[in-house]
């Protein structure tokens, strides 16, 4: 519906004013945009402490931003060397760019994020 459309025009509105600018502005921007919260599922996610305090329940926080960021956005899954090309152990495998720790890590930093009541575009 129309209360919903808002989200869609604000991340529009970052890359227009970050088209042409540097990618931590932009990665900075859209992580903190409702559709991203909404469609990579960090939105209302709990921390495990949150969770235990409240309802003495064991849980994790919601991985998927933390996955994709390290993913898709940033460092990619295999670790490169300055040519590009794929470093390798001594077996021949390639060498993963983030452990499950690390994912673990960064999920929790995405915590507590909540909606804003919808507005009228008053710019």
């Not at 931003?65 to 295999?78: C, T």
């Not at 720790?101 to 575009?121: L, P, V």
Request: no cysteine; glycine share 6%.
């Amino acid at each position: 519906g129309a209360e919903r459309t808002e989200m869609y025009t604000y991340y529009y509105d970052i890359l227009v004013r970050h088209a042409f600018g540097n990618y931590r502005d932009i990665l900075g921007e859209v992580s903190f945009s409702p559709l991203m919260a909404e469609h990579l599922s960090y939105l209302k996610s709990k921390s495990h402490s949150y969770v235990f305090s409240n309802s003495n329940m064991v849980s994790r926080a919601d991985e998927n931003y933390a996955r994709e960021v390290m993913q898709l956005f940033s460092i990619g899954l295999v670790k490169l060397n300055k040519d590009g090309t794929i470093q390798v152990d001594v077996n021949g495998v390639p060498l993963q760019a983030y452990t499950n720790e690390d994912i673990e890590s960064f999920a929790r930093a995405w915590t507590g994020f909540d909606r804003t009541a919808a507005r009228g575009n008053i710019e």
